[in-house]
C-alpha cells in the first residue's frame, strides 16, 4: 500500500472519519495510552506493573459493547502457559534450583560483569532462536537476580534483555511476534519459508549483537572505569 492509503486506512481504523466518530474505538485508545503510561511512571504513584496491565485490561473489558466476545478471542492456552511457568520458576526458587543454576551459570559465562554481560547476550540469544523469549527471559530472570551481587554486575540484564530480544529474530519460531507476522504474510499471498527467514535472520542478528557489544564494552567497560 502507499503511504496515503495507509493514512486512509488508519482514520477508517480510528473511527475518525467525518461526523461519525467511534466512541468505543476512541475510548479504547485512550485506555491503551494511558495503559502505556502507566508502565513507564508506575514507580512514581505507588503502583505495580500487574495492577497497571490488571486495570487496563479491565477498563478496555467494561468499555466494550460486548465483553463476552472479547472473553472468546482471549487466547487461554497462552495464558494458562504462562501462569504454570510463573509457578513452576517459582517453586524452583523455594527449593533452591535456582540458585544452584546461578552458580553453575557463573562459571560458564564469565567472573568479570563485561565478559559475563556479553557471554550471556550470546548464550541467551542462541538458545532464544529456538525457545520463544518469553519463557525463556521468564526462566532466566531469577538466575541473574541471583548473579548481581551489586551495581557493577547490573550489566547482566543488559545482556539477558539484548540477547532474548534480538536472539528471536534468528528464526520465525523464535518470537510470538514473528508468528503472527509470518501467519499474516501468508494469508496475504507472500509466504515466508523457514529457510529464506533463517538467511535474512541470522545475519541482521550477527550485526545487531556485534553493536550490542560494542555498547557494553563503551558504557560498562571504558566509561565505568
Do not use: C
Not at 540469544?125 to 548481581?148: C, F, H, K, Q
Amino acid at each position: 500500500m502507499e503511504f496515503d492509503e495507509w493514512i486512509e486506512r488508519a482514520i477508517d481504523v480510528s473511527g475518525l472519519r467525518g461526523s461519525r466518530m467511534d466512541w468505543e474505538k476512541m475510548s479504547a485508545a485512550v485506555i491503551l495510552i494511558g495503559t502505556i503510561v502507566g508502565f513507564v511512571i508506575y514507580e512514581r504513584i505507588d503502583l505495580t506493573l500487574p495492577f497497571v496491565a490488571l486495570a487496563g485490561g479491565f477498563l478496555m473489558m467494561i468499555q466494550s459493547k460486548e465483553p463476552s466476545s472479547i472473553l472468546r478471542e482471549i487466547d487461554w492456552s497462552t495464558i494458562l502457559f504462562l501462569g504454570g511457568l510463573f509457578i513452576m520458576i517459582n517453586g524452583l526458587d523455594k527449593i533452591g534450583i535456582i540458585e544452584i543454576l546461578s552458580h553453575s551459570l557463573s562459571g560458564l559465562i564469565g567472573r568479570t560483569p563485561l565478559r559475563a554481560s556479553i557471554s550471556l547476550m550470546w548464550l541467551s540469544g542462541i538458545v532464544s532462536s529456538i525457545v520463544d523469549n518469553i519463557p525463556l527471559s521468564t526462566s532466566l530472570a531469577p538466575i541473574v537476580r541471583e548473579l548481581v551481587i551489586d551495581d557493577s554486575w547490573a550489566a547482566l540484564w543488559w545482556g539477558l534483555v539484548i540477547g532474548a530480544n534480538l536472539g528471536g529474530n534468528i528464526t520465525p519460531i523464535g518470537s510470538p511476534s514473528t508468528i503472527i507476522a509470518i501467519g499474516i504474510s501468508e494469508k496475504e499471498g507472500y509466504p515466508i519459508s523457514f529457510t529464506t527467514f533463517l538467511k535474512m535472520g541470522l545475519g541482521l542478528t550477527v550485526v545487531h549483537f556485534i553493536i550490542s557489544m560494542i555498547y557494553l564494552y563503551v558504557r560498562y567497560g571504558i566509561l565505568s572505569t
